[in-house]
């Protein structure tokens, strides 16, 4: 076996863990992470808490842990988004006429100059205002920011639907479908996007771990999760607040850094497998 099916395989083996023990987590015995302990403020780590503790005294093995469940979720459910909008659009454009195409296309292009980061955090700090109104209404700042990340995240996605549609409707099997007179809809639905599945899944696993890493950078800012919640970009930015000239508490930079780094490197092997599996060009 190669070393690059290793790899892979050790890949998929962290996300399948990762997933399970953020589904099992509840049952699981690692205490609450926002529970503070005044009389461990700082502790290193030791038999007791192996990832050593915070500033408040809280766990550090269980809010990793924690984090590690937010940001995939996020990054899974923000991904959704994306596929969505940009298999829509993507399709459209390349199952349109020249005109409807040309016109998506040019829309897409517009907003792939714009700095989506800036705009972001211009909605994040807008909606920041309108919180109470939101939490009235049922809506959470971790719903927002899956709307936010997502909806800012399909432009890839949506121009390589967009080439493989318009490659996938000029073959035999496609125009077949057309002169049997089926009505466009389900020509698109049922012969051109089940065709496109690779292109689809290819770009939904080099996008998941984009979006993991545009979540970190949020919460590090500020913008993302808050306190009581956690993800790995909020105790990463707790981690440099921690670091004096007086004390450098090490553990909280390098087990929340660690885990979001074994993350994100299994992401990406798994998509560029995915990417070899289906594209070989």
């Keep these: ?59 550090v093995l269980s809010r990793t842990l924690f984090g590690v469940r937010s940001s995939l979720w996020i990054g899974l459910l923000a991904a959704a988004v994306s596929l969505v909008l940009g298999v829509l659009v993507g399709a459209l454009a390349g199952f349109s006429r020249p005109r409807v195409d040309a016109a998506l296309m040019r829309l897409v292009d517009v907003l792939y100059g714009i700095p989506f980061i800036c705009l972001v955090i211009f909605l994040l700090a807008v909606l920041r205002e309108h919180e109470p109104w939101l939490r009235a209404h049922g809506i959470t700042r971790e719903t927002v920011l899956y709307l936010v990340v997502g909806g800012t995240s399909w432009l ?30 389900r020509v698109l639905l049922r012969h051109v996007l089940p065709n496109a599945y690779g292109v689809i899944l290819v ?28 993800s790995l970009g909020l105790l990463a930015a707790e981690g440099i607040e921690s670091i004096t000239p007086v004390h450098a508490a090490w553990w909280l930079i390098v087990f929340p850094g660690g885990a979001l780094a074994l993350v994100l490197l299994a992401l990406s092997l798994v998509g560029d497998a995915a990417r070899d599996r289906f594209d070989p060009r």
């Design 156 to 185: 890839t996605m949506a121009r390589l639907v967009r080439n493989e549609v318009v490659r996938l409707k000029s073959l035999p099997f496609v125009e077949s479908a057309r002169a049997l007179g089926l009505p466009a809809r």
């Design 203 to 230: 770009a939904l696993t080099l996008t998941i771990p984009s979006i993991v890493l545009y979540e970190a950078f949020l919460s590090f800012l500020g913008l993302g999760i808050e306190p009581p919640g956690v």
């Design 1 to 59: 076996m190669s070393a690059g099916k290793v790899a892979v395989r050790a890949a998929l083996g962290v996300l399948a863990a990762a997933l399970l023990v953020s589904l099992a987590l509840p049952w699981l015995p690692v205490g609450d992470p926002s529970a503070a302990s005044l009389p461990d403020q700082l502790r290193p780590p030791d038999g007791s808490h192996w990832f050593g503790t915070d500033a408040l005294g809280r766990d």
